[in-house]
């Protein structure tokens, strides 16, 4: 047994896809255990899934279970994973830890990227990514998932990053970094619960194929890095830029008044906000993320069928 094999548990349904190269996605967990409330929380994960295979692909929602990486879960995991209270926020410095603790852990963006690719998969579903906190300038707090993205070869379905982050600094960073930002049918960068920001993005594509077709020719060349798809919330489910952004900037005010610090910040204000604006960012995040399975799935098509012709 190789050593990866011996920590990587892929679900059945997963592995024959990935054996006869069907369309696979990839689904992060801490949107489960800290990104929202429960039920929400376990509702969205099976929906997700559901979105997703009515797309036509396979869904594999990543945590770390029993000192394994779990690809493709079942209910009841997913149901454990939402309600549990000690389930430990994975990131790439934590990953072998929970692993040899044989802890229960909920996979980032970062670390479901890592697992993701361990396992072979190619597209990866999520809401918002992490990215350079504002007040970076005190704080240093850059998420890891921008230098998951630097490294790792997969491909990130999302919304944008949110305006609890400096958008600015964050679009910087990840051009320092080369990883390629390509809009799906928008030429601004969406910042999540709204579809625009002022940043322009230099790449957009309108069709699953045309995005395939650059992953494919990433591949190809062997670049390595990860590449990020943005997509912005549906007109219908957006929020009034204004009103969302004085909640996030009062959230913000009140987790430095609260001291709160490292990877308790984004949990922290996810659930500030979900309270703060009485459920409607919450149904916006799901909304935005529903909308981000449906595209994914596409890709995830679009990209077997032109690689099988190769
Ligand atoms: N954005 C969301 N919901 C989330 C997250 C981000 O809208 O749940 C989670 C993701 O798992 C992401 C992580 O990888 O937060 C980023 O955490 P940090 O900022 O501590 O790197
Ligand atoms: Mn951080």
């Known amino acids: 047994m190789n050593s990866l094999s011996k920590y990587l548990e892929i679900k059945e349904e997963v592995l024959e896809a990935l054996n006869s190269n069907q369309p696979i996605v990839a689904l992060e967990s801490t949107i489960i255990s800290h990104g929202m409330p429960y039920p929400e929380n376990v509702q969205m994960a099976k929906k997700v899934e559901e979105i997703i295979r009515s797309e036509g692909a396979i869904p594999a929602t990543i945590a770390i279970m029993d000192g394994k990486i779990k690809v493709g879960l079942s209910d009841i995991d997913l ?24 802890t229960l852990g909920a996979t980032t963006v970062a670390s479901t990227m890592i697992c993701a690719k361990m396992a072979g998969i190619k597209f990866f579903v999520t809401g918002g990514i992490g990215g350079i906190h504002r007040g970076y300038e005190e704080t240093l707090d850059v998420s890891a998932d921008l230098d998951e993205l630097a490294q790792t070869d997969v491909t990130v379905i999302c919304a944008g990053a949110k305006a609890i982050l400096d958008l600015p600094r964050t679009m910087e960073y990840l051009e320092t970094k080369g990883v390629s ?14 579809r625009e920001s002022n940043i322009p993005l230099l790449h957009s594509v309108t069709t699953p194929e045309e995005l395939a077709k650059i992953v494919l020719t990433k591949e190809e060349l062997h670049i390595g890095n990860g590449l990020l798809v943005v997509n912005p919330i549906p007109e219908a489910d957006s929020l009034d830029a204004n009103y969302i952004n004085s909640i996030i900037d009062q959230a913000i005010k009140d987790s430095v008044k609260e001291h709160i610090f490292g990877k308790d910040v984004t949990p922290y204000l996810l659930k500030k906000i979900v309270e703060e604006t009485k459920g409607e960012s ?12 449906k595209i994914g799935a596409k890709i995830a098509k679009a990209y077997q069928k032109i690689s099988a012709n190769q």
């Open 181 to 194: 930002v390509i809009g799906y049918q928008t030429k601004v960068m969406p910042a999540f619960y709204t």
């Open 79 to 102: 149901e454990t994973l939402a309600k549990a209270s000690s389930v430990t926020k994975v990131s790439r410095r934590d990953l072998a830890i929970v692993l040899a603790n044989k």
């Open 282 to 293: 919450l149904k916006a995040n799901l909304a935005l993320v529903y909308n981000n399975a």
